[in-house]
């Protein structure tokens, strides 16, 4: 299963901003008045979104004035057991062709069940014909968009008995078979460590490398439970300390990476949002700075 060719169109991050964020209508004014071009590279939107027109459409248009799109769709289920939806397709492609975006993604789950549709990105099993129809469904989408798209690693409260390979496993055969890349999420890695009691730093080493295209930061909440906390993917707190350690052995890992600060509840001031980046752009600085021949 070959990618389609990429669209010479891209605009990229340019290589000394690899850090983003994402652009949430409460901060669109910061973000395309911002005279912090010099902090953040990008920007990354959910395209469902950006459907229809409207002053949306307006902040997205104004925004990519200034910055590299990244779209990041959520409601495509690519792990549905049928196609995925055509319209919601033909719609995303219609955003790929004016906004140029230089990265598409969305999540290794599913969320619709014939014509029900589902407000959450639910879990799968890690089977051979769960893979396969995963396969199917990247297939699809990537022949609509004639180009590759990124899956990202999800968040889980529960697992399935009958695993026929690790999450890292069946993302590798995924990008393997599909041509597709992969969107390391890091705070998912860590919430999924705690909760599913597997070693992070041995999840980033199983991963192949050079299918890595992106990385995304995030926050979480923790709740108690009788047997150990459970950690719960929210995208509202800032990033804590352990997953910046675990950034920070991605990048060794992985080599600097398009890297995404999300923040989707309880919206913060701007301000600490460009704080999240500035930590983010100092390890990455650190591990350039180590890496540099004596």
Known sequence: MRSPTRNAKEHHPPAHLPVGIGMR???????????????????EVHPENYFGGGLHKDALKRACEKYPLSLHATGLSLGSDQPVSQNHLDQIKALIDAFH????SDHVSWSASGNAHLNDLL?????????DRLCRNIDQTQSTFQRP??????????SFKGND???????NALAA?????????????YVQANNHNFDARQYLDTITAHHVKEMHLAGHIERETQ???????????PVCDPVWELYRAALKRFGVTPTLIEWDQDLPPFTTLLNEVARANAIIQDIEAQNVPA
């Open 25 to 43: 209508a409460a901060h669109y004014d910061d973000i395309i008045n911002a005279e912090t071009s010099n902090l953040f590279g990008w920007i």
């Open 101 to 104: 975006p230089f990265h598409i």
């Open 123 to 131: 879990p799968l099993p890690y089977t051979h014909e769960t893979l």
């Open 149 to 158: 798209i990124l899956v990202e690693n999800p968040s889980s409260y529960l």
């Open 165 to 171: 390979m690790s999450e890292p496993e069946f993302l």
């Open 177 to 189: 078979k599909t041509g597709c890349g992969l969107l390391l999420d890091i705070n998912n890695i």
């Open 227 to 237: 047997s150990r906390p459970l950690l719960i993917d929210t995208h509202s707190r």
